[in-house]
């Protein structure tokens, strides 16, 4: 069965400091890979996405995320993180469904 | 374009009571699903559909069932509500197999 493993529950950084969120993801063939956002109260909306190609995607809003197949890994990056990038941080795998981790929430302390 | 609407937006449920949580997309979207968030566990599956008139079980889908019977709706009913059932419930549609999912702004249920 699909699996997707996020690291860290809750992560809170200072502006300015940089961000990496984990996520791993277990699946036997072919699987796209994507990073969804959700800001309080909201809804998901997608940060990045990849489905080939260069394993180091760039997303909105300045957030990256490199796709390393030998360790099953998708991790989420940030060089400068600002206030309003405070939200909860879903990783996300799909073949014929999409699969979730349980999420990280970002505290961005101004 | 309105993308995923999901009405109603709150609902209070009381044990027993049965609802439908209605689910509408205008971008013609083939596969559509719904979630349910609980705090902590992230997004669970539900039922999903890969197009009108085909619908499969999800991680979750115990106390709950789905119609297809066009290509725009994916309707969710809860036949006995149970408070196991207080949740956030997303619906989402998607173009294609495993492609980007959008989302609508939720359906914040709680069942006393």
């Known amino acids: 069965a699909q699996s997707v493993s996020q690291h860290n529950h809750h992560v809170i950084l200072s502006e300015a400091a940089s961000l990496e969120l984990g996520c791993n993801y277990s699946y036997g063939g072919t699987v796209n890979l994507f990073w969804y956002v959700q800001y309080p109260g909201q809804h998901l909306q997608l940060l990045l996405k990849y489905f080939s190609g260069d394993p180091l995607v760039k997303g909105i809003k300045g957030f990256e995320a490199e796709f390393i197949k030998s360790k099953f890994s998708f991790n989420l990056r940030k060089p400068s993180v600002q206030w309003s990038d405070t939200a909860e941080y879903f990783c996300?795998?799909?073949?014929?469904?999409?699969?979730f981790g349980k999420g990280t929430k970002l505290s961005v302390i101004p | 374009n309105a993308g995923v609407t999901q009405t109603p937006k709150f609902r209070i449920l009381k044990i027993g009571q049965s609802m439908t949580l209605q689910c509408t997309q205008d971008m013609n979207h083939n596969y559509m699903y719904w979630y349910r968030q609980d705090p902590g566990m992230g997004l669970k599956l539900i039922y999903y559909s890969v197009g009108a008139g085909i619908t499969d079980k999800g991680e979750v889908p115990n106390g709950y069932n789905v119609s297809r019977s066009t290509t725009e709706d994916f309707p969710l009913r809860l036949e006995l509500a149970a408070p196991s059932q207080t949740s956030v419930y997303f619906c989402a549609s998607s173009p294609g197999v495993g492609t980007e999912a959008f989302f609508g702004q939720g359906t914040r249920l709680t069942v006393v």
């Open positions: 996300a795998a799909g073949s014929y469904q999409l699969t």
